[in-house]
């Protein structure tokens, strides 16, 4: 009776979950738009065994047949309501990546104008595409190193790429990318990683893979952008909330937005999936650094982290940076620099407590293992930042001003601002250059009823670019000694 009564409650919470799903599923801004080619059509991308006994030239070659084979599948399935100015799978449309200045959905590799001085791989984030680093590339080519930026599966081609992509196919891209950037830089010198968001856990994960595996080689140093090492309690049952998708009146429930496809690069569509393999990654990354802290002596020989990262942060946790990595980490130069809200506006009381409360654990005078920086402005009515600096071991801060201003029409950054300047030409507040993109989404300022636009309107409240990106350049050059 016992067993009987288990199976009953098993099958009950199962049953559960499911109708959970599905109501969620129903409520959700997906009943708007119905799935399109590209929410359907899955990219045949390289395996993650083929991956790890490719050449690059092995892989940028699969990468074509991917996008070769995509544009027949947009030509020969149009969309269901025509074609669009503004759908980046129509070739007529001013967002087609071909027509645009350059496809940055593609891996790169910059190299230097003189001998290499060492080599950067650049890791973008989940949706994304290479294009979100490509102003890190342009700076570490002009400091003289050669840059490998790859394009993970999954991405860069259709949302649907990333239904059905694991995260160990982007772990073994890293690798291969690692590889190529070593390859081309001279024996001896330095190689960097840059991650952002979901590229930051990538970058994580790989240091400590080489600290089990000789083959692998070691970064010198990490830089990480906004990174994804918490994610939302929701991704760890992203494959529960799936299950109604196995039925096709519900092929929906595996999407958890379903929108058009106005960004030339970047998805708008996200799926099920996606959350999934985030939390995957970040839980692999949790576990095997817990691990790693048990050996402390081999722990001892991760390269520095050096991650900027917003106190506010609607993506992933700004508080796990600190207490899932920064405090498992040896003492090895590692920072934490976060940029503070607008204190100048003078409007913290319309924040909510949280905001102060997260800024008031991560900054307390205890001493820790690494450095902290609070980016933050001088204070009501005075938009200069300054910069107060815990080093390592310190309990007392050392402060000074910074030569920028935080905007008067901007509360704070966000996770999606901090790797564009506001010059950048798709991002960008000020978008400035002869780069066309088909559309500025970082200048949009629009006001009208709620529930007017085929987004929330809270997406274009979210601050897309860095104004203190040079600010942050500047660190990295600093941290890094790159000068």
Known sequence: MTI?????????????????????????????????????????EMPVSDIDRASWGDYLAAEQRVFNALNREMREHPPSAGQSAYNRFATSSRVFPGNLSHDWNRSYVVEPRQAAKGAVVLLHGLTDSPYSLRHFARHFQDLG????????????????????????DWMATTRLAVREATRRAPTGTPLYIVGFSNGGALAVKYSLDALEDPRLARPAHLVLISPMIGVSRFARFAGIAGLPALFPAFAKAAWLSVLPEFNPFKYNSFPVNAARQSYELTEAVRQQLLAETRKPQ?????????????????????????????????????????????????I?????????????????????????????????????????????????????????????????????????PIDDPLYGQQPGGQENYGVNLGSLNMRGERGALIVDAGSFSRATSNPFFRVMLEGVDEGLQLR
């Open 4 to 44: 009987r009564r288990l199976l009953a409650a098993v099958v009950l919470l199962v049953l559960t979950l499911l109708i959970t799903a599905l109501f969620a599923f129903r409520i959700t801004a997906i009943a708007d738009f119905q799935l399109e080619p590209w929410h359907t059509y899955v990219p045949d």
């Open 145 to 168: 190193y050669v840059v490998v930026a790859p394009r993970l599966p999954g991405h860069g081609t259709v949302p649907a790429g990333l239904t059905a992509a694991h995260w160990e």
């Open 298 to 346: 081999r722990l001892g020989l991760l390269p520095p982290i050096l991650t900027y990262q917003s106190l506010v942060d609607g993506t992933v946790s700004t508080e796990a940076i600190q207490t899932d990595l920064y405090d498992h980490l040896p003492a090895n130069g590692s920072e934490l620099v976060i940029f503070d809200t607008n204190a100048s506006l003078g």
């Open 348 to 420: 913290d009381e319309m924040l909510r407590p949280s905001v102060a409360a997260l800024r008031d654990r991560m900054f307390t005078p205890q001493a820790r293992a690494y450095a902290r920086t609070l980016v933050a402005t001088r204070g009501p009515g005075d938009a200069q930042l300054k910069s107060s600096r815990f080093a390592a071991q310190a309990s007392k801060a050392d402060e000074h001003l910074i030569a920028a201003s935080y905007p008067a029409n901007l509360i704070s950054l966000s996770h999606v601002a901090l790797p564009f």
